[in-house]
């Protein structure tokens, strides 16, 4: 005869029994991985001596309020511009011709010590001695650099793209389809831009380490 | 099949399947973006990104047919530009801070089609919509990232048909809104969570996902509008966004699990996968490939599956000691187990004991529990709850077409001409299928008759609603057939050529007349003509019922005589017609399959047959019992009567959900020895001697059986909780202790076996049952499965049906002073008595508690309104329950839900009046006399139940009403205005 009851007594359990069967465990997993450890700790001892984990320790107790100060700070024009410039300088870094431009480099440093050099003598030049050295080759020669350089300022940058740009590749926004075929829309971007993947991935992941770090486990 | 050829893009293309250009393009391989388009919703045409030219044309590829000889352009620069026009108004509404988003899970289709389309920068700035978010406990929705794409609003319209979303296109700034512009939590919303299943983005999302599935979307909110913000800002273009969130979605992927499961609730048998971050469920994602349910699922569903982790569950064994349980060890459990069921055996006999499976569990452990009743203890007292639904429906389509189950799938439901609904809260307890029918009547037309006696949902949709008396459905099912024959409307060939017993059947129609049906039934000629009528017109007819019908005294004639009709007019054996029982558990369908039954083996073999008993002795190497077992019911008595001295039940609350709870209750008390095996401690653990703490669904393998027939398996999604252990490591364990040698190491091989042994599952196989693939019984071995139940033949002697005469049984009568007619049944939110559904606490938060719903005629007689309490007494019992005033019942006619195991419990009303053929009980036939116990008190349904909500059908998004804006043009306008400029 079996009355019902919702009366439910817990299983009582020894906490010194289970203190040492917790321990037991503990002691298995540091013997399993004993190499691993002892080299933790040696990492440990140095960043207790840095003082890094009272450090981490403040920032993430507080990790809410100082997220929130970081991100409101950066949320200003001035910061996210700066940031958006070391991005796009990196990017601009990424499509100069380097192996093209160390010649020109070579000839501005001889241009520099050509001026050093004249700054240091303190000659006194003349129109006669100027014309003069227009019949030095090595004028003629740099003349020529600059003219190539200012007929390089010279070309349009639509036409100086379209040499890199893929014939088959389709515009990939509103403002890459010639102005006059466009609906009338406000556009506020006009840098085109070509992939560029690893400058981004660095910028992101710079953005995205910061807050990662003052991420809080929400459950 | 369809054989012409189109051109795309200068190429010669052949076209097999009559599609949509999407559709085909897709096929084809030819990349071209789409959002608004879902392949389970079908062409919604709001966002435009899906422009393509067919023969110089500007035209949206979702919505266009393809027809011969087209000239197909997709790489057009016109093409491009336009498509660019509507992905830039797109992002004018969706704001990109993917690496913050919930959503970037690799499935957002904006993120994605930005990609595609190599998007580095918009036009159209990202601007607000002025409207706060809006959100329940289940889900929310956020203006500022919602394209106006409409899926939602689609898929609640149109697929689920709860009628509440649309998009107010009037507003300056469309936005979704809720039936007349109200919040979530007062509109008609049912949860369902359709639409946050197939927004393309996070403007409907699962709150469960907030703030929890990504590595950065948990900040404070003070923090994450800077965040947002400087991401923004420091964005050189698109890509750096991309690459940096699908690295960070790509990290999500290690930690968010997504496994395949079925539903533990109806037996519809959704299949979906469970997004899971430790024992954390982040949401649940239906995949359009599930075979029953696609991208459906109901409140339950989606969002029912907090108990899976609440504090409440078993998770060590309980030992009775007195008058109370102490936890205890496994061992120690099982040792006592050992113990008793060797000497009570021993003592009094192998039928001393008794065994219930569960409709909960799977077919394997339905399987194990046959097997250690009959094999290890020499006993045929095995069954299950079906016993308490479904069983005379079974014997109704035994004796009639010889197999008891569904005709075909849900698909031929869907396109059956017309649909007969008996006795079937379908829409609340089947709410995914019901979403079937109430599209198919929507968008195609199909026809609905109803005949309940409550005025539920598909009652209020249908084109015809019939109230008959309560009980009298055979005696109108048989006039309509009767009618039929008479006006010569029977289909001849198919009774020559298919059915036995014609003759004998037509004469048994005899007292079935209609002024016979219309004294008895309470419907009118009219009616009764009607119902014919619909039946003649309509090339195939489906008749789904369910408990309305089978909890009678007479529920397997009834059940019979809808068979019956459906032989006489010739609608089985063809797509779209046919019987179909809706089952009310998961695996309802599964548990008797598989043997949990008193008289049949797995398979429906009868235990009495020598050649099937002797496939079993070889196979388990034991001698087995040839007798028929006690069915539930009369186990119960044979405990009151001391026949039965032990029983091992497990996941059934039997204490609560069998009739007449005041005599089984009593009897758990005369029990020896009572083994509970439950994820919770349930009314019936109360009772026992051990309990043993099971794992639910989401904790184990296994296959569960739907409806359908239909096969379908799932996962292990979460280790069990505590010490519980699934069912089968349960049932294996006791069996070792008896004696048994099992060592089953994964529930397929328990499936291998049952299908060597079983023709009908001959063919069944885990191999077979990858993913989503399912498989529909009978099974060849060959793994043929069989979706349309009976094609040439039916499985009777000559392969003839058989007319079943049968004759009306009259409800139960009671006296005068018993003037309440106590109607019962389920919820939508609840499931049973709730012992799952009440620890989600949205769910509790929107149904608190039971209720009963009392008529306006009835509440103004006795000075009834919300809230007031009342006693229900029955000559078996009473319950206290508060009231909701409703026009959903009629005249003395309550309707009590079955949603607490409390003081409200129906089955404290019910009495041990039974199905004469199977037993089940009489839970409709119950009348109940009312006093008011307090006249004045809180509403038992708070206002933000949708319940109280209102409505807005139309169909879909009602697109013509965007392009009908002033502000819109079609980009393919657009571009070719442009050009046209240019050409001067």
Request: proline share 5%; with cysteine; net charge negative.
């Amino acid at each position: 005869m079996a009355k019902a009851t919702t009366v439910i007594r817990k299983m009582e359990v020894d906490p010194e029994e289970k203190r040492k069967e917790d321990l037991r465990e503990l002691e298995d997993v540091l013997l399993d991985n004993k190499e691993g450890i002892t080299d933790l700790l040696k990492l440990l001892q140095r960043f207790q001596h840095k003082e890094v984990f009272h450090m981490a320790e403040s920032m993430l107790g507080q990790s809410d309020k100082i997220l929130e100060r970081v991100v409101i700070s950066m949320d200003h024009p001035e910061v996210t511009q700066s940031i958006k410039n070391m991005l796009l300088l990196a990017q601009a870094l990424g499509k100069l011709k380097m192996d093209e431009l160390e010649p020109v480099i070579h000839k501005v440093n001889a241009a520099v010590e050509n001026i050093a050099e004249y700054e240091h003598n303190h000659n006194k030049g003349s129109y006669l001695s100027i014309l003069s050295t227009l019949k030095d080759k090595e004028v003629m020669q740099g003349m020529n650099v600059m003219l190539a350089l200012v007929k390089g300022f010279g070309i349009r940058e639509e036409d100086g793209g379209k040499e890199s740009i893929d014939e088959n590749e389709r515009p990939a926004r509103l403002s890459d389809i010639p102005e006059r075929d466009r609906p009338d829309t406000p556009s506020h971007e006009s840098n085109p831009q070509k992939s560029s993947k690893w400058v981004y991935f660095i910028g992101g992941a710079v953005a995205v380490a910061v807050p990662l770090l003052f991420r809080k486990r929400q459950y | 099949m369809v054989h012409f050829e189109v051109t795309v893009n200068g190429k010669k293309e052949a076209v097999e399947n009559e599609s949509s250009l999407l559709n085909f393009l897709t096929d084809k391989e030819v990349e071209v973006p789409s959002l608004c388009y879902h392949p389970s919703l079908g062409a919604i045409e709001t966002c435009d990104t899906c422009i393509v030219k067919v023969n110089g044309e500007f035209v949206r590829s979702c919505s266009t047919e393809i027809k011969p000889d087209d000239v197909v352009e997709t790489m057009d620069s016109g093409v491009h530009e336009a498509q660019l026009i509507a992905m830039d108004r797109v992002l004018g509404n969706h704001e990109l801070y993917c690496t913050v988003c919930d959503y970037n899970n690799g499935n957002c289709e904006i993120h994605n089609a930005v990609k595609e389309m190599k998007i580095s920068h918009q036009e159209t700035p990202h601007s607000t919509k002025e409207s706060p978010i809006q959100r329940n406990d289940f889900y929310r929705y956020d203006p500022d990232q919602c394209i106006l794409c409409g899926r939602c609003v689609e898929a609640c319209q149109d697929v689920q048909v709860t009628e509440t979303l649309t998009i107010d296109w009037e507003l300056e700034r469309p936005r979704v809104i809720w039936d007349k512009n109200s919040p979530i939590n007062e509109s008609s919303c049912v949860n369902c969570g359709h639409c946050s299943t197939v927004c393309p983005c996070n403007a409907m999302m699962e709150v469960g996902m907030e703030g929890e599935a990504g590595f950065l979307s948990g900040f404070q909110k003070e923090a994450m509008r800077p965040m947002i913000n400087i991401t923004k800002n420091v964005e050189t273009g698109y890509e750096s966004l991309m690459t940096i969130s699908d690295i960070e979605a790509q990290m999500r992927e290690e930690r968010i699990e997504k496994t395949k499961t079925v539903c533990t609730y109806c037996g519809v048998g959704c299949a979906f996968d469970v997004w899971t971050k430790d024992r954390q469920i982040l949401k649940i994602e239906p995949q359009a490939e599930a075979p029953a349910n696609g991208i459906s699922t109901c409140v339950k569903g989606k969002f029912g599956w907090d108990f899976v982790n609440s504090d409440e569950r078993l998770t060590k064994p309980l030992i009775r000691e007195g008058d109370e349980f102490r936890e205890a060890e496994w061992e120690e459990a099982f040792d006592l187990i050992e113990k008793k069921f060797k000497a009570i055996k021993k003592d009094k006999g192998s039928d001393s004991l008794a065994f219930i499976s569960s409709s909960k569990c799977t077919n394997e452990e339905s399987y194990l529990m046959q097997k250690l009743a009959r094999g290890v203890i020499g006993t045929n007292n095995i069954d299950n709850c079906s016993r308490y639904c479904q069983s005379p429906a079974t014997m109704g389509l035994w004796r009639t077409v010889g197999y008891g189950g569904d005709s075909g799938g849900i698909g031929d439901i869907e396109q059956s001409e017309l649909i007969i609904s008996i006795g079937s809260n379908t829409v609340e307890s089947h709410p995914v299928l019901a979403t079937r029918v109430k599209r198919a009547q929507k968008l195609n037309g199909q026809k609905v008759i109803v005949a309940d006696i409550r005025k539920h949902e598909l009652a209020e949709r249908a084109d015809l609603f019939v109230k008959p008396a309560p009980g009298s459905d055979l005696v109108w099912l048989s006039a309509v057939t009767k009618y039929m024959v008479d006006q010569g409307w029977h289909d001849e060939e198919f009774l020559e050529k298919h059915v036995n017993n014609v003759v004998e059947f037509m004469e048994s129609l005899a007292p079935y007349t209609l002024d016979y049906a219309v004294e008895e039934t309470n419907l009118s000629k009219d009616e009764i003509i009607s119902i014919a009528t619909s039946i003649k017109e309509a090339k195939t007819t489906s008749v789904l019922w369910a408990m309305g019908v089978t909890q009678h005294g007479g529920g397997s004639d009834t059940s019979t005589a809808i068979s019956n009709l459906l032989l006489v007019t010739g609608n089985y054996m063809k797509p779209g017609a046919g019987a179909y029982p809706l089952r009310g558990h998961n695996n309802v369908q599964g548990a008797s399959d598989f043997g949990s039954m008193p008289d049949r083996f797995p398979g429906y073999e009868f235990v009495t047959d020598d050649n099937v008993r002797e496939k079993y002795e070889k196979s388990w190497g034991v001698n087995l019992p040839s007798e028929p077992g006690l069915n539930n019911h009369e186990m119960v008595e044979a405990i009151h009567e001391g026949q039965l001295n032990a029983v091992y039940l497990k996941g059934e609350d039997m204490g609560i959900v069998d009739a007449n709870i005041n005599h089984v209750q009593a009897a758990f008390e005369k029990l020896d020895f009572f083994v509970v095996q439950d994820v919770f401690f349930s009314k019936t653990c109360q009772y026992a001697d051990v309990v043993l703490p099971a794992s639910p669904s989401l904790e184990k393998d296994g296959t569960f059986t739907n409806t359908e027939r239909r096969f379908q398996r799932l996962y292990q999604v979460l280790e069990p909780l505590g010490e519980s252990l699934p069912d089968w490591r349960i049932i294996m364990e006791v069996a070792n202790r008896l004696g048994a040698d099992w060592s089953y190491e994964h529930p397929s091989e328990i499936m291998d076996e049952a299908a060597l042994l079983a023709p009908l599952f001959a063919g069944v196989s885990y191999d077979l049952l990858e993913g989503y693939d399912s498989l529909q019984w009978p099974v060849a071995k060959d793994g043929t499965d069989t979706p349309l139940l009976f094609k040439e033949e039916f499985p009777l002697p000559d392969g003839k049906a058989i007319l079943y005469p049968v004759q009306w049984t009259k409800p139960l009568e009671f006296e005068e002073e018993y003037d309440i007619h106590v109607n019962n049944g389920r919820l939508l939110e609840h499931f049973h008595e709730g012992n799952l559904t009440y620890k989600s606490k949205a769910i509790s938060g929107k149904t608190p508690s039971v209720f009963l719903e009392i008529s306006k005629e009835l509440a103004e007689e006795r000075g009834i309104e919300d809230g007031t309490k009342v006693r229900l007494t029955s000559p078996y019992g009473n319950v206290k329950v508060s009231c909701i005033v409703t026009d959903r019942v009629f005249g003395k006619q309550v309707y009590l839900p079955m949603n607490t195991s409390g003081e409200g419990a129906i089955n404290y009303l019910t009495s041990s009046h039974a199905d004469k053929d199977t037993d089940t009980p009489a839970y409709k036939e119950i009348l109940a006399k009312m006093e008011v116990l307090e006249p004045k008190g809180e509403s038992p349904l708070p206002k933000t139940n949708h319940r109280f909500g209102n409505p807005q059908p139309q169909i879909g998004v009602n697109v013509a009403e965007k392009w009908a804006r002033e502000d819109y043009v079609f980009p393919g306008d657009l571009v070719k205005e442009r050009r046209a400029a240019k050409n001067g």
